[in-house]
C-alpha cells in the first residue's frame, strides 16, 4: 500500500464550523460598535489562526495592537464558551471515516485551532479511537503552513511522510502538505475554492468524502 495514513485538517473537512466561528467573531465586533460579517464571508476568514481571523475580521483602521489583542481575547474566551452550538462533522465523513478504520488505515488530525478546542471537539463529534494524534495550535507550535506541525506527527506515528496523505480545504493546508512531503488532497465541500487549492499545490481534488478511500483502494477498484 503506498499510503497508510491520513493527516486531517478540521475546520472546513473534517467538521462545518462556520456558524459557530462567525457568531463568535460578530459579538466581539457588536462589542466595539464594529461593522459585523455575514456568515459566508468567514469562509475567506478563517484557516490561518485565530490572530488572522481577527486581523481579517476587524475595519481596516482598527487593526493597531492594542484593539487586536483585546479582541483576539474576547473572541477566544467567546468562541471557547460557544464552540459546539451548531458545528457538526459534515455529510458522508463519519462514514469515510469508520470506512479507513476498516481498511486499517492510520489517522490523524492537525488545526491551527487552539489546542484544547482541537481535542474537546474530536471528542464530541468524532467516534473515539480513531486519531492516534490530535494536534491543535499553540505558543509553541508554528501555525500552518509552517510543516511543524505535521512533522511532529509523523514522528510521533513512526511513519514516512510520503506515506500520509493530507486532505484539507485551503490553500494552506496544500502548501502544508507539500513542506512536510506528504500527498496533497483538497475537500471541495469546505470553505475554499478549487482554484485555489490547485494553485496551491493540491494533486487531487474531491467532492465527497468517501473518494478520499479511493486512494487506498486495490488497483481494480478505484476510478481513477
Not at 465586533?29 to 476587524?58: E, N
Not at 475554499?192 to 496551491?200: G, V
Request: with cysteine; hydrophobic share 40%.
Amino acid at each position: 500500500m503506498k499510503y497508510q495514513a491520513v493527516l486531517f485538517d478540521l475546520d472546513g473537512t473534517l467538521l462545518n464550523t462556520l456558524d459557530d466561528l462567525a457568531a463568535s467573531a460578530n459579538r466581539v465586533l457588536q462589542r466595539h460598535s464594529f461593522p459585523t460579517h455575514p456568515v459566508q464571508a468567514y469562509r475567506h476568514y478563517i484557516g490561518d489562526g485565530a490572530g488572522m481571523l481577527v486581523t481579517r475580521m476587524l475595519p481596516p483602521d482598527q487593526r493597531e495592537e492594542i484593539t487586536h489583542r483585546r479582541c483576539l481575547e474576547e473572541f477566544l474566551a467567546d468562541y471557547g464558551a460557544n464552540f459546539q452550538v451548531k458545528t457538526q462533522p459534515y455529510p458522508g465523513i463519519l462514514d469515510m471515516l469508520q470506512d479507513m478504520h476498516a481498511r486499517q488505515v492510520r489517522g490523524a488530525i492537525f488545526s491551527n485551532k487552539p489546542h484544547h478546542i482541537t481535542q474537546a471537539l474530536v471528542q464530541a463529534l468524532l467516534p473515539a479511537g480513531l486519531f492516534e494524534v490530535v494536534l491543535g495550535a499553540s505558543d509553541d507550535l508554528p501555525r500552518k503552513p509552517d510543516p511543524a506541525g505535521a512533522l511532529q506527527v509523523v514522528q510521533a506515528m513512526e511513519l514516512p511522510a510520503e506515506s500520509f496523505v493530507y486532505l484539507g480545504d485551503s490553500g494552506t493546508d496544500m502548501l502544508t502538505a507539500s513542506a512536510a512531503g506528504m500527498y496533497p488532497v483538497g475537500a471541495l465541500w469546505g470553505f475554499r475554492s478549487r482554484d485555489e487549492l490547485r494553485e496551491n499545490g493540491a494533486q487531487r481534488v474531491i467532492n465527497r468524502p468517501q473518494e478520499l478511500m479511493y486512494l487506498f483502494a486495490t488497483p481494480s477498484s478505484t476510478p481513477f
